[in-house]
């Protein structure tokens, strides 16, 4: 493997995961006080932390770029991300608007599976390894697409808003158009790096390591995830006392509180 194969890789996965330890799939509290203290509907800011949360949000895009890997007609890539984006739209949209919810971090953890699924189908490992046909790849896009739209929904439900419901409505919308927006940003940054990367002959060579890093990217993720979640329902077998822990946290969003009242004056 020379440098130049090693390189192209290495950057490709890393456009990928840009900022595995920023917002990423989560909603930070500079982010809630802004909107706490935005007066008026806010679509604007809606929108734009929608693009943010899907350009940062490293499951989502590591699942994309498996489905798109070998896609080289424009026509398929735009029906399965067409199949994807309606499929997470429709979670979106209805389980926020209806205030329906469950642990973010075992929602998370199942879009980490999609992952590693969407690497094995593109490996032919359910015909290698189990001897079957794998499922419909539209199908299944769809349906992970639906999974995703819901873990989107469990962190836009920790934002503020409102409870007019044409308000909240337009709102859900607005966040909803900014994600469409960051995975057009996304996909074209993906597309350019697979077209110049499918020229060379390491594209072929490499693939299907790329797709077994991929697995172990979205392996890594599932551990990543579950571990929060056991945090959250066991959280004295990690080191915690929940009592000391409650009032780290009460401190924390005091001080942050403080911060904000003070920079608005």
Request: aromatic share 12%; hydrophobic share 50%; charged share 15%.
């Amino acid at each position: 493997m020379n440098i130049k194969t090693i390189v192209t890789t290495t950057i490709f996965l890393l456009l990928c995961m840009v900022s595995v330890t920023s917002f990423a799939h989560g909603v930070d509290d500079e982010t809630k006080s802004f909107l706490i203290g935005n007066k008026g509907v806010a679509f604007g800011p809606f929108l734009y932390i929608g693009a943010k949360h899907m350009v940062t949000g490293y499951d989502h895009l590591l699942f994309l770029l498996g489905v798109i890997f070998f896609l080289t007609s424009a026509r398929d890539i735009v029906k399965f991300v067409t199949v994807f984006t309606l499929g997470h739209s429709i979670t979106l949209i209805s389980a926020t608007f209806m205030s329906i919810t469950m642990n973010y971090y075992l929602i998370d953890a199942v879009i980490a599976l999609s992952v590693i699924y969407k690497a094995f189908d593109n490996n032919g490992r359910f015909q290698s390894y189990l001897g079957i046909k794998s499922p419909p790849l539209l199908l299944m896009v769809f349906l992970f697409g639906l999974i995703h739209g819901f873990g989107l929904s469990t962190r836009l439900q920790q934002l503020p808003l409102g409870e007019q419901n044409l308000d909240m409505l337009m709102r859900i919308i607005s966040f909803n158009v900014g994600v469409e927006l960051g995975q057009i940003i996304a996909l074209t940054v993906m597309l350019l790096v697979l077209t110049q990367w499918r020229k060379l002959a390491s594209f072929k060579r490499f693939s299907r390591v790329t797709n077994d890093m991929l697995m172990f990217a979205g392996f890594m993720l599932f551990l990543m995830q579950m571990h929060g979640y056991l945090h959250t329902v066991n959280e004295e077998d990690f080191g915690f006392n929940r009592d000391e822990h409650y009032h780290i946290h009460q401190d924390m969003r005091e001080s942050q509180d403080s911060n904000y009242k003070h920079d608005s004056l």
